[in-house]
């Protein structure tokens, strides 16, 4: 008798006790987790990347009484001797003069370019995270849409802030651009000719880019952001809400401090002034553009001539068709969803079946491989160089990866995810293998099989005492049918 109450007594004793301080950052990270029900990392990702976009806003404008967005030509004299006496841009002056002698401009000036990748990178992670769960149909395909429509607006944004500094890669980007438009059919160098004012790279571009990077993209993501916003449903309309601080927003905000203390990123002052025509050797782009990157440098050089017009398939299929395709198959993917994943046949030929997700999270897995592919072939030549290869072994290997690698990750991922469904079907059906073998009377063995939901429950925080009452006879049954 004193022995149950014992038992009986620990059970109704709860949790140990916390302390407060420990009570305290365990409900913030709780409702940090928690403020979309749903899906609770998709609306973490989802405020990361809006609180990225306000530090870059924040940042941006104490950059702003600083930079001269002019490609007038100068002689420089500053802190930085190494540069003494080059003739630059006076928007690369100014630059360098934030970063050397305002004090912690190059700490706002690096965490400026943190905030812009973080950005894209929170992006991309709610976008991974909501295909994967299957939220991008009904209700939450308007959701879906606005951030598949960020994902390139952030890519523009950020890629506009690297032309601004008019350094070698700022130089580099600019004849990236100007060999994409060339490559337009017909209307390729009045394009040119409107953008830059005149024969690139022009006076105009970084004046004229200036204003798109710092109002109109801006405008435009913002809006997108304030569109993405749900109000919290958890609690009665007529009773009003405490607002509280979210957690990740001095979270977010400290990461990027931190990043831009420790982790250099875009020194301006080792690559140079910008030079029409060169690139500093071993420049790559930041990370969420290096797939066009690598497309453009693993794509063979073809070129053909359509009524005595030259079409340069060489930069126009991956500078242009590519993008343009990943990104509208993004967009229209949730009205082929149901079709891929069985609930709708083509054409109404056949009865509805059952929902297969097998086909969503492969081809997921096959979009991902294809950008990964392309993204480290834009370091195809850094890759030669420290493995001692061959670069156009190198560039071949990406030609063939990019085109046999999403195909072969499609299978795979599908077999494997049939193969996972099955072994649930089975546990479900016949229990889980648990390794035990018990002899019956008439001499024969077999083996003994755990009820799945004997399994899940155990899995669970406070089901301890459920997995042990009854174990015995579920076990006894399930080898019985076995035998």
């Given at each position: ?152 607006l952030g890519m523009l944004v950020a890629y506009t802030g690297t032309i601004l500094p008019g350094d070698m890669l700022s130089a580099g980007s600019l004849s990236v651009i100007t060999g994409v438009l060339l490559s337009v059919p017909l209307i390729g160098t009045h394009l040119v000719f409107a953008i830059f004012g005149g024969a690139p790279p022009g ?48 979270f977010t905000g400290a990461v990027l401090v931190l990043l831009a203390t420790f982790a250099q990123i875009n020194p301006v002052w080792l690559l140079g002034p910008s030079q029409p025509g060169n690139i500093s050797s071993g420049a790559t782009p930041d990370w969420y553009m290096g797939f066009l990157d690598g497309a453009l440098r693993i794509m063979p ?183």
């Amino acid at each position: 008798m004193a022995h149950h109450n014992a038992i009986d007594t620990q059970r109704n004793a709860g949790p140990p006790l916390m302390s407060p301080p420990a009570r305290q950052w365990r409900r913030r990270v709780r409702d940090a987790l928690r403020r979309d029900p749903g899906d609770r990392w998709a609306s973490v990702f989802g405020r990361i990347a809006g609180y990225s976009f306000a530090v870059a806003a924040v940042t941006g404008i104490l950059l702003l009484p600083f930079f001269r967005p002019s490609m007038a030509a100068l002689e420089y004299h500053g802190s930085y001797a190494k540069l003494d006496g080059l003739p630059m841009s006076q928007a690369y002056q100014s630059v360098l003069a934030t970063s050397f002698d305002v004090r912690g401009g190059l700490l706002i000036r690096q965490v400026h370019h943190w905030s812009a990748d973080v950005f894209v990178a929170a992006v991309c992670l709610r976008l991974l995270r909501t295909f994967f769960r299957g939220r991008i149909q009904g209700r939450a395909l308007p959701d879906w849409l606005i951030w598949v429509t960020l994902l390139p607006l952030g890519m523009l944004v950020a890629y506009t802030g690297t032309i601004l500094p008019g350094d070698m890669l700022s130089a580099g980007s600019l004849s990236v651009i100007t060999g994409v438009l060339l490559s337009v059919p017909l209307i390729g160098t009045h394009l040119v000719f409107a953008i830059f004012g005149g024969a690139p790279p022009g006076q105009h571009i970084i004046g004229r880019d200036y204003w798109v990077h710092i109002t109109v993209l801006p405008a435009l993501a913002a809006a997108l952001l304030l569109l993405s916003l749900r109000p919290s449903r958890s609690r009665p309309p007529g009773r009003p809400r405490r607002q509280r601080l979210d957690p990740l927003l001095p979270f977010t905000g400290a990461v990027l401090v931190l990043l831009a203390t420790f982790a250099q990123i875009n020194p301006v002052w080792l690559l140079g002034p910008s030079q029409p025509g060169n690139i500093s050797s071993g420049a790559t782009p930041d990370w969420y553009m290096g797939f066009l990157d690598g497309a453009l440098r693993i794509m063979p050089a073809w070129a053909v001539s359509v009524a005595g017009h030259p079409l340069d398939l060489g930069v126009l299929i991956p500078g242009l068709v590519v993008p343009a395709l990943f990104f509208t198959s993004l967009t229209v993917y949730p009205l082929a969803d149901r079709w891929l994943a069985g609930e709708r046949p083509p054409g109404r030929l056949l009865p509805p079946g059952p929902a297969d997700p097998a086909n969503r999270i492969a081809a997921g897995v096959a979009g991902v491989t294809f950008y990964g592919l392309l993204w480290a072939a834009s370091a195809n030549d850094q890759i030669a160089y420290h493995l001692q290869l061959d670069l156009y072994a190198v560039t071949w290997a990406f030609r063939v990866l990019v085109l046999a690698g999403p195909a072969l990750a499609f299978f795979i991922t599908r077999d494997a995810c049939h193969a996972l469904a099955g072994r649930r079907r089975d546990e479900k059906l016949h229990g889980r293998e648990t390794g035990r073998i018990v002899m019956s009377p008439q001499g024969g063995y077999a083996e003994i099989r755990e009820p799945a939901r004997q399994a899940l429950a155990g899995s669970l925080p406070g089901s301890g005492r459920a997995s042990r009452d009854g174990s015995g006879k579920e076990d006894q049954r399930h080898g019985q049918v076995e035998r």
